[in-house]
């Protein structure tokens, strides 16, 4: 298991982005979080078990909500921290 921080840009803030991503990782049993940053971007952090994972994950993140355009993602492993949940943060 591993964590990873992904930062997503384009039209991603008010645009309900973080909730479609939110309830499509919980129905996909992830665990972490998303949140909006200051900059006009989103920031998602998730435990992966593995590449397929990972992929799945990749694709709710460029998914986003009918109103969204993710133009690029950017991704890091970061030192790995455990979530209960899958959750929209402030």
């Known amino acids: ?3 990873y921080k992904f930062l997503i840009s384009g039209k991603v803030q008010g645009v309900w982005y973080r909730k479609f991503v939110s309830e499509n990782a919980k129905k996909a049993v992830f665990k972490g979080y998303v949140k909006n940053l200051p900059d006009g971007r989103v ?3 998730a ?3 593995n ?3 990972f992929n799945e994950f990749i694709d709710i993140l460029k998914k986003g ?3 969204s355009i993710v133009e690029n993602i950017e991704y890091m492993e ?3 921290e455990e979530f209960n949940d899958f959750e929209i943060r402030r």
Do not use: G, L
Request: aromatic share 12%; net charge negative.
């Open 51 to 53: 590449d397929e994972r």
């Open 1 to 3: 298991m591993k964590t």
């Open 47 to 49: 435990n992966i078990e």
């Open 78 to 80: 970061i030192p790995f």
């Open 65 to 67: 909500s009918p109103y």
């Open 43 to 45: 920031e998602a952090v």
